[in-house]
C-alpha cells in the first residue's frame, strides 16, 4: 500500500498544490507552523474521511475560502484508485473512489490505511481513558467498516440521551422514551465490544514483542480490555452481550437520571496497559511510558498488516525528536517495510540516516526533490 499523489486545494494553510511522493520513504522538512502536520492531516482524512485533529471539517477550510478538496492516487491490492473528499463550496460533503460516489467515509479506509504517531501519542500511556479509547476507534474505523457505521451510531444515540437526562427535570414525559435509546444503545455498544475485544487481545501481542525487544527484554508490557462489570466475556455472543448491557443501564438507571449524565455503556471502555503486572499509567517512569506508547504505535501497525494483508502508511509527525537515540534507533529499523512519512525541523540526521525523498515545506507551498 502506497500513497503516490496528493493534491490539496484550500486546506488549512495550502491554497492549491499536487505533490508526488517516494513509495518508501519521505522526509518532510521545514520550520514550525509552516503546513507540516497539515500536510499528514491531509492523508489521514483521506484514509478516514475525517481529521484526527477536530470534529468539524469546517475548521479544516482555508480562511476566507469557500471549502476545500483532497484526492489522492493510491496503489494498492494490486490495483490504483483515486480517492477524493470535496467539503464546502455550497454543498454537502462529497466523497468518491475511482470517481464513484461513496455511501459511506468508510469506504476511503477500504482503500487507504494510516498509523498517525505525534509527541502527544506518547503520552497516550499517561492519558486519560478518552485516549486510548480514540487510539481504538481511529484503528478500528479504519479495518471494520461495520465499527465504523456502529460507532457513528452510537455516538448520535449517546449524545440524544445525554440531552433527554439533561431536559428531564423539566420535562419530565422524556423518561419514557429511555427504554428505547437504552435498547438501541446495547445493540450498537455490543458490536463495539465485539471488535474492540479482539483488537486489544492483537494488540497485547505485537506491543508485548515490541516493548519486549525495546527493553531489551527486560519488561513485559501486557493489554487488558476494561469494559462495563457486567459484560463477563466480551468475546461472548452478540444476544448475551445486549442483554448484560441491559442490565447495566437498569443498575444504572436512578443514578443516570439523578447526575443526567449517561453513566453506562462502551463509551466508558478501557485500555490497561501494565509492565510486569503494575499499571504503566500510574507506576511507570516517563521512558517506559514512552516506549510503551510507541509500542502500541507499532503494534497498530502490524494489525493492520495482518487484517489487510499489507502494511498501512506510517504517518511520523516529528516524534523523532522527542526520542532518546535508542528509541529513535528502535524506530528507524522498523521502517523497511511499507510507506513513511516522517516530518522534521532538520533534515540532515534523517537524511543520512533513510533513503528516499526530501520535500521542505515553507508557508504551505511544499518543494519537490
Do not use: W
Amino acid at each position: 500500500m502506497r500513497l503516490d499523489s496528493l493534491y490539496l486545494e484550500n486546506f488549512r494553510n495550502y491554497v492549491s498544490q499536487r505533490v508526488d511522493f517516494d513509495p518508501v520513504c519521505n522526509v518532510i522538512c521545514g520550520e514550525n507552523a509552516q503546513g507540516k502536520t497539515n500536510l499528514l492531516e491531509a492523508m489521514v482524512c483521506l484514509s478516514a474521511g475525517k481529521s484526527h485533529r477536530t470534529r468539524s471539517d469546517r475548521e479544516l477550510i482555508r480562511f476566507g475560502e469557500a471549502g476545500f478538496r483532497l484526492e489522492g492516487g493510491v496503489y494498492t491490492r494490486n490495483r490504483e484508485f483515486s480517492s477524493r473528499i470535496e467539503v464546502g463550496y455550497g454543498r454537502k460533503k462529497k466523497i468518491t473512489v475511482n470517481k464513484v460516489p461513496a455511501k459511506a467515509a468508510s469506504e476511503l479506509s477500504q482503500v487507504l490505511n494510516t498509523v498517525f504517531f505525534c509527541p502527544e501519542d506518547l503520552q497516550l500511556i499517561r492519558d486519560g481513558a478518552a485516549a486510548r479509547r480514540r487510539f481504538l476507534d481511529m484503528s478500528l474505523c479504519q479495518l471494520r467498516p461495520r465499527y465504523a457505521a456502529a460507532l457513528t451510531e452510537y455516538q448520535r444515540l449517546h449524545e440524544h440521551k445525554t440531552r433527554i437526562l439533561r431536559d428531564c427535570a423539566e420535562r419530565p414525559d422524556l423518561i419514557a422514551t429511555l427504554p428505547d435509546f437504552n435498547l438501541r444503545m446495547a445493540e450498537t455498544g455490543a458490536v463495539l465490544i465485539h471488535y474492540r475485544a479482539r483488537f486489544a487481545k492483537l494488540l497485547s501481542r505485537y506491543a508485548s514483542a515490541a516493548h519486549g525487544e525495546c527493553s531489551g527484554g527486560r519488561e513485559e508490557l501486557t493489554v487488558s480490555y476494561r469494559t462495563v462489570k457486567t459484560v463477563s466475556d466480551p468475546f461472548g455472543d452478540h444476544k448475551l452481550l445486549v442483554l448484560q448491557l441491559l442490565e447495566h443501564q437498569r443498575e444504572h438507571h436512578y443514578a443516570e437520571i439523578s447526575s443526567r449524565q449517561c453513566l453506562s455503556g462502551p463509551h466508558k471502555d478501557e485500555i490497561e496497559v501494565q509492565l510486569d503486572g503494575i499499571s504503566a499509567r500510574s507506576y511507570a517512569s516517563q521512558g517506559q511510558t514512552r516506549t510503551a506508547a510507541l509500542s502500541l504505535k507499532l503494534a497498530a501497525r502490524e494489525i493492520h498488516k495482518e487484517i489487510i494483508g499489507e502494511y498501512p502508511i506510517l504517518l511520523l509527525d516529528d516524534v523523532l525528536s522527542e526520542l532518546d537515540p535508542k528509541r529513535q534507533e528502535y524506530v528507524l529499523n522498523r521502517l523497511g517495510s511499507g510507506q513513511v512519512f516522517i516530518t522534521c525541523c532538520e533534515e540532515d540526521r534523517l537524511h543520512s540516516l533513510l533513503k528516499g525523498n526530501v520535500y521542505r515545506v515553507s508557508d504551505g507551498v511544499i518543494s519537490s526533490p
